[in-house]
């Protein structure tokens, strides 16, 4: 039984009243959703309370989930909504970071490789990198900033991108193609590559 086949049994239980099958749902989500909604929001405090919020959306509307897409991608478009409805509360916009925390870090099979460049310049190189790529995803505009986050950041495929932003694959494949490009402009000078090159 896959990933895919297991939440649609709890959320069936779930529809049919047991609260302890929702339950699972949170306790297998909460922290992938958590990290998903900290691409927007900066303040975990904020994330913690928008992802509660976006599972008691997903409660009162599970009885009209109908399993046309995986559970976690619909619970990750109400997720989104909800972080983008807070945001407009909040006069906000969706800020991103592309940042790694030490745990993923561990799990790159060339880290050590990694941790021997840690030269001062190339810490350097490195932090300029990824200011440049954070403060050209916040100036992004708002659909291509989010496909490009879940595309590259949560790692979810073009079709569950589609399902998360309610639109065609084609667009999704345009909009992170768009973002790609405006990225690598901004980078080309740092990393001194040709027009012909993206990276």
């Not at 990824?130 to 900033?145: D, F, G, I, K």
């Amino acid at each position: 039984m896959g990933d895919r086949e297991v939440d649609q049994a709890l959320v069936e239980r779930a529809q049919r009243g047991e609260k302890q099958a929702f339950e699972l749902l949170v306790v297998k989500y909460q922290r992938k959703l958590g990290r998903l909604l900290s691409r927007f929001i900066r303040d975990p405090a904020e994330v913690e309370d928008v992802a509660q919020e976006a599972f008691i959306k997903a409660y009162r509307a599970l009885p009209s989930f109908r399993g046309d897409s995986a559970f976690y991608t619909w619970l990750y478009r109400i997720g989104i909504n909800t972080a983008k409805n807070y945001l407009v509360a909040m006069g906000r916009r969706a800020p991103t970071t592309t940042e790694f925390d030490s745990e993923e870090a561990e799990n790159f099979e060339d880290g050590d490789q990694l941790r021997d460049l840690n030269t001062p310049e190339a810490e350097l190189m490195t932090k300029q990198i990824a200011s440049t790529v954070n403060q050209t995803m916040e100036e992004l505009p708002e659909e291509l900033r989010t496909a490009i986050t879940l595309r590259e950041i949560e790692g979810m495929s073009y079709e569950d991108i589609a399902n998360v932003m309610n639109c065609p694959i084609g667009t999704v494949r345009s909009r992170i193609f768009r973002a790609r490009e405006t990225i690598a402009e901004r980078l080309r000078p740092l990393l001194d590559t040709g027009k012909e090159k993206r990276w």
